[in-house]
């Protein structure tokens, strides 16, 4: 065989939403117990109306040709006139600090390849989004987890995170609101994390992909004009969620123009440019998008408040209620000596109940073996109170022992 695999790819683990799914294949639904989806982060309605009107015109603008790597200008600036409304009017940004990426994934591997180097290293929390860590991976960067404690709301400590950089370590990479802990960092802890990179000289990088659910104030205050945030932030976005297009592939990445002309030079090689349609449609319409976004956000922490409230006695939310958002909650499951995958795999096969086991977010790591991830976004209220019947009855139909 000649296809020989990469050192990169065979390090890297298989994407992991479709072995969940498979095992799922295996529940023999019934109409009284139908198989009940809370694994992956998707929207659970198509975009407004507006929207998808406005998709459909944009195709008729002749946009079928390149636009420049770093996307539309209009996006870009239609993004900073948003980002100012949730991070405060004066933030020091411009559309030159913007770049549009084909979804945020592929902002993330633009910022990886940017910045590091085969043998370098990035601090990611553990447990970690594994498309982070399989991005990385692949790259020959090493991922050096920073462990989040669950009796800390799963938030990283940013001492130890200082006593992980090394002379080869490029960058800090956070999720928050977080995938899968559902963890909000607080203002005040990724400015911490922001001093630990500029004093190091390496890069913060914070997806942000969910900030828009955040209900309680601005996600932080880095790119306050008294900053330098320009130094070593990299903030990545999605388009995906809050505007419910996954599939038209829209992301983008805000840094210096110093350091977004080497991300062109990337994208120029991954993307050449991302899809024109969804980006010239969304561009004039963000301002009227913004009570569809606020509402989604509040019926995000209702359900979040929900599936708290029912799940049963013995399965705990691992972030405490202040600081829990976005679209996933992170549950302690109550099997004694039995590891998330275990567990996730009886869920899906026999209960009907399809989550993500807190194995996919780590490398084998033995805390992080009691938690699965539940998504809240793409469920109604009967769904959720359906789950968490399901969860009880497995207490004692999976004939296992119980922690007391
Ligand atoms: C933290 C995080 N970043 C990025 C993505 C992917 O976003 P996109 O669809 O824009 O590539 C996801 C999707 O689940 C996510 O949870």
């Not at 929390?125 to 498309?131: A, S």
């Not at 998504?375 to 207490?395: G, H, P, Q, T």
Request: net charge negative; hydrophobic share 40%; charged share 20%.
């Amino acid at each position: 065989m000649s296809l020989r695999p990469s050192k990169g790819i065979s390090a890297t683990i298989p994407p992991p939403i479709p072995t969940a799914y498979k095992w799922a294949t295996e529940y023999k639904p019934t109409d009284e117990r139908p198989l009940l989806d809370m694994s992956q982060g998707v929207p659970r309605n198509p975009p407004e109306e507006l929207l998808q009107d406005a998709i459909t015109e944009a195709t008729k603008q002749g946009a079928w040709g390149y636009c420049p790597a770093e996307g539309e200008l209009v996006l870009r600036e239609a993004l900073v006139e948003e980002i100012k409304l949730a991070y405060a009017p004066e933030v020091d940004l411009t559309a030159e600090d913007v770049a549009i990426t084909v979804g945020c994934n592929m902002a993330f591997v633009a910022a990886a390849m940017a910045l590091a180097d085969n043998g370098d290293e990035i601090i990611l929390p553990l447990p970690w989004y594994f498309n982070h860590q399989m991005t990385l991976t692949m790259l020959g960067i090493k991922p050096v987890p920073l462990k989040a404690r669950a009796e800390d709301g799963f938030l990283p400590s940013p001492e130890k995170c200082k006593a992980l950089i090394t002379p080869r370590t490029k960058a800090i990479a956070l999720v928050s609101p977080n995938n899968p802990t559902g963890a909000i960092y607080p203002p005040s802890l990724l400015a911490e994390f922001s001093a630990i990179a500029r004093d190091a000289k390496i890069a913060l990088i914070i997806d942000e992909t969910y900030h828009d659910f955040i209900t309680t104030g601005a996600p932080h205050h880095l790119f306050s004009a008294s900053s330098d945030w320009r130094s070593h932030l990299v903030h990545l976005y999605s388009f995906s969620k809050s505007y419910r297009i996954p599939g038209h592939r829209v992301g983008a990445l805000i840094a210096a123009p110093s350091f977004i002309t080497h991300v062109n030079t990337v994208l120029d090689c991954l993307q050449i440019c991302a899809p024109r349609v969804p980006q010239l449609a969304l561009a004039p319409l963000l301002p009227a998008l913004r009570p569809s976004i606020r509402d989604m956000a509040v019926q995000l922490q209702h359900r979040h408040v929900f599936f708290r409230e029912f799940l049963p006695e013995r399965w705990t939310v691992g972030t405490p209620e202040e600081t829990a958002g976005g679209y996933y909650a992170f549950v302690r499951h109550p099997f004694k000596g039995k590891t998330s995958e275990e567990v996730a795999k009886r869920l899906a096969t026999e209960s009907g109940v399809i989550c993500l086991p807190g194995d996919f977010f780590c490398e084998k790591d033995v805390d992080i073996q009691k938690w699965l991830r539940f998504s809240v976004a793409n469920v109604d209220e009967e769904k959720v109170l359906a789950v968490c019947k399901r969860l009880e009855e497995a207490e004692t139909a999976f004939g296992w022992e119980l922690d007391v």
